[in-house]
Nanobody, 121 residues
């Protein structure tokens, strides 16, 4: 059973910072890309940032220069450092990973349970 376990986040004032962590647990062959998505009330889930196994990153325009995604392959973890937070960053943040459970299998998509981040004005 593969699971993504998120931690961090919470309540912060505008202009503040938060750090999210996500760790993949269970038995698997390799983790390909990992990333963070978010969903605000009444809106669709949207990409925040992704990172490949080779540390190639991609960011949504709305978070560029404010958020930084990093990865620790040895620990099967990713992090999202969020700075200069705005009220519009308020959302449930979900960890995402493309994981191959076995060498002979294609990658499957996994999601964390989500963590609520609230930015007050």
């Amino acid at each position: 059973q593969v699971q993504l376990v998120e931690s961090g986040g919470g309540l912060v004032q505008a202009g503040g910072s938060l750090r999210l962590s996500c760790r993949a647990s269970g038995t698997f062959y390799v983790i390909n890309s990992m990333g963070w998505y978010r969903q605000a009330p009444g809106k669709q889930r949207e990409l925040v940032a992704t990172i490949t196994r080779d540390d190639i990153t991609d960011y949504a325009d709305s978070v560029k220069d404010r958020f930084t995604i990093t990865r620790d392959n040895a620990k099967d973890k990713i992090y999202l450092q969020m700075s200069s937070l705005k009220p519009e960053d308020t959302a449930v943040y979900y960890c995402n990973a493309e994981i191959r459970r076995r060498m002979t299998l294609a990658a499957s998509t996994y999601w964390g349970q989500g963590t609520q981040d609230t930015v007050s004005s």
